[in-house]
Structure formats: C-alpha cells, structure tokens
C-alpha cells in the first residue's frame, strides 16, 4: 500500500525487508552516515580501548605464584572496563541506532529525514535508550559471565586445593557455558532487536519496550513470528562485516604509512602511537558502516510488524488524507 507521499508500507516477506531495507540505505545512505559519524567514534574508541588496554592486560600479571593477587587485579581490569569503555559504548551505539530508526520511520512514511529532527528525538529518549541497551546485554552475555567465573573458580580451586576433582567438573560446567553463551547472545539480541525503534517512535518504557518487542515479534494467528528476517540480517551483517573490513584493511595495508610518518619529524618520534590509531581506521570505518544496516533494517521490521498485526499503513494513509483535507480546507 502507498501513502499520499508515495512510500511503500504494506506486509513484506523477510526477503523483501532485507531488499527494502536496502533500497533505503541506497537513498539516505549519506544521511545516515553524517547523522552517526560522531556516535560511531565513541563505539570505536570504545573497542579500541577493549582490544589495545583490557584484553592484553588478562594476560600479564605481577604475581604469577599467587592467584589470589591474580583474581584481584582480573577484578580490576573488569571494573575499568565497566567503568570506562562500557559506557562509551552503549551511549555510542544506542545513540546512532536512535537517530537511524528516527531517519529511516521518516523516510519510509513519507516525511522528510531531518538530521536536527533526529538529534531532538534521539537526545529525548537516550537515558531509557542506554539503559534498555544495557539490559539486553546482561541477557545476552550471562552464559559468557557464568563461564568465566566457572573458569576462575576452577583455578582457585586446583591452586588451593590441588587434585580436587570438583575443579575439573567445575572447568567442564565453565566451557559449556561459555558454548551456551556463543548461542545465548545472538538469540537475545535477536529476539530484542526492534526494542529500539519500539523505545524511540512509541515513546515506550524499557519494560513497555520489552514487553511491546515479544508481542510485535512473536507468532500470532495467520502471521509468522519476525524472527526469519533477523536471521537473514544476521548473515548478511557478518558478510558485510568480512567484506568491508577486509577490504579496508587490504586498502591500508598497500598504503606506504611508515615512509609517510617517517617523513615528518615531529610524526616519527610518535610513529608507534600514530600507526595504532591509524590502524584502527578499517575498524571504524566497519563500524561506521554497519551501524545503519542494522538499524535501518529492524526500523523496517517494526513498521512491518505493526502493519502486519495492526493496520500501521492504514493509520498512516488516514493521517495523509486528514493532512491533505485540512489543507484543502484552509486554502478555501
């Protein structure tokens, strides 16, 4: 069905929200990536700070005979992870999201995408936006959590108590988790994924944005389940994400940037420093990129949900005629 504007609302299948969701980043494609550019720097300085701070700091330790020592500066490391590049993360990521679904609602029911209109919204609901982030991201990493504590348990135990059986069936209990945990996080964020557009365009609590998510996702009568359209983003997300990040590395690889900063005086007494951030450039342009396949595509799938179970595209073309009638009447 068409809207007075033109733009095609009605019941699609998965394929065709996947095609639609692609003819929209076509169009505002340019948009949408001036509308995230500074967001997505958080999510890159972010994952930056995990990948260049946290993750190589789990495998030095200044006691390594005393794991109690050890627990403790684990302990550490973690509490500066939550406490310094989580957030920038989930702020990050949840405020682009919310400006792609503003952007993308817009254009697809025919009102022109303004990037002011999308900050003023996206700012309005960014505290509920993080939070319902941060809790789809407990859920989705509580196999991981449960198995990395079975892990350092184990080695506690085998440390204190060397022989003990309970140790190993401990560290068996831990690696099932952690497999648990692989197959956890997808099915979460799965299962959650229009909760943002839900939270954004219905002005809905976190709890009202779950509770909203389950209904609209779920199987009603006559009407699949919205699920087989995640799993199709899913796939084409991590094929986009090999593509375009092996392609931006492939790039800068050929680039000659040590014969550049080597160039520079001033550049070359920082070489180490510069070639670290500048290698970090495919993986923000990666994360640059994705940001609006993902949030473009569930924007769509709600609209698609709501049309599917509620006759949004009727309510739509109704607000369309009301619009044009009122404006008929005023002229007259």
């Known amino acids: 069905m068409r809207t007075g504007t033109g733009t095609r609302l009605n019941p699609m299948k998965p394929g065709e929200i996947i095609d639609t969701s692609t003819q929209t980043y076509q169009s505002i494609g340019i948009l949408l990536l001036r509308a995230i550019f500074v967001p997505s720097l958080l999510c890159f300085a972010s994952i930056m700070f995990l990948f260049e701070q946290v993750i190589p700091r789990f495998f030095v330790t200044d006691a390594p005979e005393n794991i109690s020592s ?40 025919g009102v022109t995408p303004s990037i002011n209109g999308a900050k003023k919204a996206a700012r309005s609901c960014l505290g509920r936006a993080v939070w319902l982030s941060v809790r789809q991201s407990l859920w989705a990493c509580l196999g991981f959590a449960a198995g990395i504590i079975g892990l350092i348990a184990s080695a506690y135990m085998e440390t204190t108590v060397p022989g003990n059986n309970m140790s190993a069936l401990i560290t068996v209990f831990a690696i099932v ?7 956890l996080m997808p099915l979460v964020l799965g299962m959650y994924a229009i909760s943002m557009p839900v939270c954004l365009l219905e002005g809905a ?31 084409i997300m991590l094929l986009l994400l090999v593509l375009i990040f092996a392609g931006f590395s492939a790039a800068y690889s050929m680039l000659p940037v040590g014969d550049w900063i080597n160039a520079v005086d001033i550049l070359s007494r920082y070489r180490s420093g510069i070639e670290s951030i500048l290698g970090g450039i495919p993986l923000l342009l990666t994360i640059w990129v994705l940001i609006p396949v993902w949030g473009t595509t569930t924007t769509i799938l709600y609209l698609e949900r709501r049309i599917r179970l509620e006759g949004y595209d009727i309510e739509t073309l109704a607000k369309d005629v009301w619009r044009a009638d009122r404006q008929s009447r005023f002229e007259l």
Do not use: W
């Open 177 to 183: 988790c952690l497999v648990f945990g692989a197959l």
């Open 205 to 235: 609590s976190v709890k009202e944005s779950v509770e909203r998510t389950r209904y609209l996702m779920k199987k009603h009568p006559n009407h699949s389940a919205g699920y087989e359209s995640i799993l199709l983003l899913y796939l």
């Open 70 to 109: 050890q627990l403790i500066e684990a302990l550490v490391v973690l509490g500066v992870t939550v406490g310094v590049g989580a957030p920038l993360f989930f702020i990050g990521a949840s405020y682009s999201i919310a400006l792609v679904c503003q952007l993308v609602s817009d254009y697809m029911v």
